[in-house]
């Protein structure tokens, strides 16, 4: 249902790092094993992120990561055009794109839909993983998102 | 709702003031000497010493913070400061209400709301730079080319867009309505420069679906907003501008990180709206005049509606051009300027161009203002909009 590249889509950008306290951890590991890793709340069973340390619903902080079926739905989207970043002034435009993912509660996450840049874009289709391993330091991989058939 | 519990009218704005404003990068000025000169340009509007002065509220981690500013003033007891946390501009209007609770509660008499940028000496907003590695929230968004204000707000736009079918031509009159506005008004950075339909159609995409005018500027420069108890203000140099009402509005997970509010398609206005009318005890049907903060035109369009100005169904006829003009329009909107052609001081040039509605001290009056409504901050996590009204207003 995912593939993967070693094919930078947007080269020059800040890379992510898991933050100190380790809460995310999980999620950026998961990238790298080519894996869609988020929370889970094993009171109540919900999804969620960005990754908290309390549920959001039950309040509970057993929280658990689980590894999801790594496809969505484009719930928004948009095209940049003007760079903010010196590493985009060359870019030309770029899709960002909002994935719900109906199958995880609902969560919904952003991510890059790669290929033609100027592609049309519609709302609701169905999208998946496309895990973007880089070199960095140190490496890491990022969850960019392509058209794919109805899942 | 119990008069005890309410501030309706029992505070005034009673000064405003503001720095010469600048583009981006280009004052002469420190930041913090901008804050100090929009202070004593509101107390002298206002009649009242700046000695007088014992509270501060600012928002968006303004740098100038209370204690230094009382040492700057020789203010003699600094008895209340406050700072509201939210993203962008959206605690412009909750920064006077926060004044106006300390002076209700009896916490302070005078209370300056104020907001500085100099971003020649302190960066723009919108571009953004360095390598370091990024974390936190900011990492789900940032390798993704999602860095900027437009960015974050963009695909709520797009979402809004694709569910009520309106926006496009609504947002086009925004802009206009703003640059309409600017070429009467001298203190506008965009004063001189007009803007019409072929020039915002054919203007360049900042990312889809914002063009350049949908976006709004970055300037350095100051304002600061007076505020004490009503009967004070009865010896003043003006006549005041109640606050009828004033509220800040979160929503459920609205700072959810990674675009996971509940409710996206929101401008973040609808918890406040019922509580800034019942507060003011008037309706939406009194608004003289708005004030709706633009970071981003789509943005004004979801804020009009919530307020219930006009309803998703007819946005798109109720916000042309000519029904947001200050001359004859049924619905005049950002009547200075605004974030798009006055100043981009995040927000708190539009509560005081409210101020100046109600006292009819506007460059683009509306004839017989008596209560105008300015909000800030549509969709960050914590909004906030408040109602201004002359005395008779009171009833």
Redesign the interface.
């Given at each position: 249902m995912s593939r993967s590249t070693t094919e930078p889509h947007?080269p020059?950008?800040?890379?992510?790092?898991?933050?100190?306290d380790g809460l995310?951890a999980p999620f950026w590991e998961g990238a790298q094993a080519h894996e869609l890793r988020v929370q889970q709340c094993l009171d109540c069973g919900l999804h969620?992120?960005?990754p908290e340390w309390m549920c959001?619903q039950c309040n509970s902080m057993e929280i658990d990561w689980v590894t999801i079926d790594p496809v969505g739905q484009i719930?928004?989207?948009?095209?940049?055009?003007?760079p903010?970043?010196?590493a985009?002034s060359d870019r030309g435009?770029?899709i960002?794109v909002?994935v719900e993912l109906p199958h995880a509660s609902n969560?919904?996450?952003?991510?890059?839909l790669l290929g033609d840049p100027m592609q049309d874009i519609e709302?609701g289709a169905p999208v998946s993983v496309v895990f973007e391993d880089r070199e960095g330091d140190p490496d890491f991989t990022?969850v960019?998102w392509e058209a794919s058939p109805a899942n | 709702m119990s008069d005890d519990y309410n501030l309706r009218g029992k505070v005034a704005v009673v000064g405003v003031g503001e720095t010469t404003y600048y583009k981006h990068g280009q004052s002469t000025d420190p930041e913090f000497v901008l804050v100090l000169k929009a202070i004593l340009a509101a107390c002298e509007d206002a009649g009242i010493s700046p000695k007088e002065i014992d509270g501060f509220c600012s928002y968006s981690n303004d740098r100038n913070d209370p204690p230094r500013l009382a040492n700057a003033l020789g203010i003699p007891e600094l008895r209340y400061s406050n700072m509201q946390w939210t993203s962008g501009g959206g605690g412009a209007a909750a920064a006077v209400q926060n004044a106006a609770g300390a002076i209700v509660a009896g916490s302070a008499n005078v209370v300056v709301a104020y907001r500085g940028l100099a971003q020649g000496q302190f960066g723009r907003f919108g571009r953004s730079g360095g390598s370091r590695p990024v974390s936190g929230p900011a990492a789900y968004t940032l390798p993704y080319g999602m860095m900027s204000a437009a960015q974050m707000y963009a695909m709520r736009t797009t979402r809004f867009m694709h569910e009520h079918g309106v926006g496009r031509s609504s947002m086009r009159a925004i802009a206009m309505a703003c640059y309409h506005h600017a070429q009467n008004n001298p203190r506008a950075v965009m004063h001189g420069r007009t803007l019409d339909e072929e020039t915002y159609d054919s203007s360049r995409w900042i990312t889809e679906p914002y063009r350049l005018f949908d976006c709004c500027l970055e300037n350095d420069g100051a304002a600061a907003i007076i505020v004490t108890r009503t009967d004070r203000a009865k010896d003043l140099a003006k006549a005041p501008a109640l606050v009828l009402a004033a509220q800040q509005s979160g929503g459920h997970r609205s700072g959810a990180t990674a675009e996971n509010a509940t409710d996206y398609v929101t401008s973040s206005f609808k918890p406040a709206v019922k509580y800034l009318y019942q507060q003011a005890g008037i309706t939406a049907d009194d608004i003289d005049v708005v004030q709706s903060y633009e970071n981003f035109t789509g943005g004004v369009v979801m804020s009009l509606i919530e307020h219930g100005l006009c309803t998703y169904e007819n946005a798109d006829e109720v916000l042309t051009f000519d029904n947001l003009r200050a001359d004859g329009g049924a619905l005049p909107l950002n009547t200075s300027g605004g974030n798009l052609a006055e100043c981009y001081m995040h927000g708190l040039g539009l509560q005081v161009e409210a101020v100046r509605q109600v006292r009819g001290e506007s460059s683009n009056q509306v004839p017989d203002a008596k209560v105008a409504l300015a909000n800030a901050g549509p969709m960050v996590a914590v909004a906030s909009t408040a109602i201004y009204g002359t005395e008779e207003t009171l009833g």
């Open positions: 947007l020059g950008l800040r890379q992510p790092a898991a933050s100190n995310d969620q992120w960005g959001h719930y928004s989207w948009q095209r940049p055009h003007h903010v970043h010196r985009l435009p770029y960002i909002l969560i919904r996450m952003v991510g890059n709302i990022l960019q | -």
